[in-house]
């Protein structure tokens, strides 16, 4: 791919002084003008004149005092957290999970808005547009501070050009979220699957702040993937990219919601688990219960020390740990997360993983591997949704540009 150049002016240039002074002070700060100048290369009249900038707008913060060498002792920077907010949406076909979080990605406001929005997307985009209006007002936060919005959804979805390819769990297909909500809010709006977006979280603000090569795998109502490959997202040609719940692993298995056999998913998700111990107990299916309820009574009936349900996560765990080491000898990644609401199963599941994880990765592939567990609750998935505003926020214009993306940071 060739990527063409931006033409060099002096509004660029001030654009990427400002980006780069923004990121250095968001992970290095409290810093002072000094240290800028040292990571920075730039001079220290220049920092000056962007920071002075900076601290008009309100994006960043003098506090303390650096360590003076004569003279006025200089103030220390760091990002104004209240400088913006950025608004975060876990879409799932009955309810709105929603955060708002400010420019430290902590969250300042949330709330859980029921609204049926499987069927029709264009409709299902209306009704989403007039609960998120009213969700800004109730949170009295300044308007003019929203930089954006953030949506997760599961399915395939093209992040560049916001749109749902295809989404079954909600019913939507060739949806221009971006577009048809963007102009109903007259806000920026960005999207990805919500796997997707809890990676980028974890990138930018969590645990792979230091990991250039890593996993994000959640199991719960599905089994989804998030790849940051060389620092970012790989999503693949049209944004499909990250489907472990749909790799087959037994040929001919069981029926998946996909409408294949034997996928993944349908031995390793809330209802596979539950599947597969009505198959071991000889029980009869659960009727009027949601699959998360489902997998609640079979983990109850694990800790109970009850035997079909006891197998049936050491079953899952070994198909999930052997599919995990075929991606770590295909992509050699240097840390996996394992999350989701299907992370509250403890060892019941991941010790078997563990030990089909290292039985079959490839030479020593896996014996730097670091293997973290995170269990997360609804508000994370909405707080990856807001990190792909604040993403956009401290992207560089040269990545905006590569990106097809418009910076949100000052300009």
Known sequence: MVVRALPANRKLIRDINQNNLLNFIKT???????????????????????????????????????????????????????????????????????????????????????????????HSIQLLALEVAQLL???????EKIIGLGCGLPGTINGVQGICIDSPILGWHQVDIAGLLGNLLNLPVYLDNDVNSLA????????????????????????????????????GAVGGAGEL??????????????????????????????ETWLAKAGNSPLVGLSDAAGFEMVLKQAHAGEKAACDTFDEAGQLLGVSLANLVNILNPEMIILSGSGAAAGDLLFSPLKVALNAHCFGQLGDQLRLLIEPTGDES???GAGSLVLRKFFLSPIEAHSEKFESLAIS
Do not use: M
């Open 381 to 383: 998935w909405a707080r």
């Open 137 to 143: 007002k109730r949170s009295r936060l300044p308007e």
């Open 28 to 122: 290095e700060g409290p810093v002072s003008r000094t240290r800028l100048a040292e990571l920075s290369g730039l001079s220290l009249a220049t920092i000056s004149g962007v920071t002075g900038r900076l601290l008009e707008r309100n994006l960043i913060l003098e506090s303390g005092a650096a360590q003076s060498t004569g003279g006025r002792k200089a103030g220390l920077l760091e990002i104004q957290p209240e400088g913006g907010y950025a608004l975060g949406l876990k879409i799932t076909e009955h309810e709105v999970i929603a955060v708002i979080l400010n420019l430290n990605a902590e969250i300042v406001y949330t709330e859980r808005i029921k609204v049926e929005l499987r069927g029709e997307g264009r």
């Open 200 to 235: 980028i979280y974890e990138k930018f603000f969590g645990q792979g702040q230091n990991y250039q090569n890593f996993l994000t795998v959640t199991v719960g109502r599905g089994l989804g993937l998030g790849l940051v490959i060389n620092g970012d997202v790989y999503r």
């Open 245 to 274: 719940g749909h790799t087959t692993v037994t040929f001919g298995g069981r029926h998946c919601e996909c409408g294949k056999r034997g996928c993944l998913e349908a031995y390793v998700s809330d209802h596979g688990f539950v």
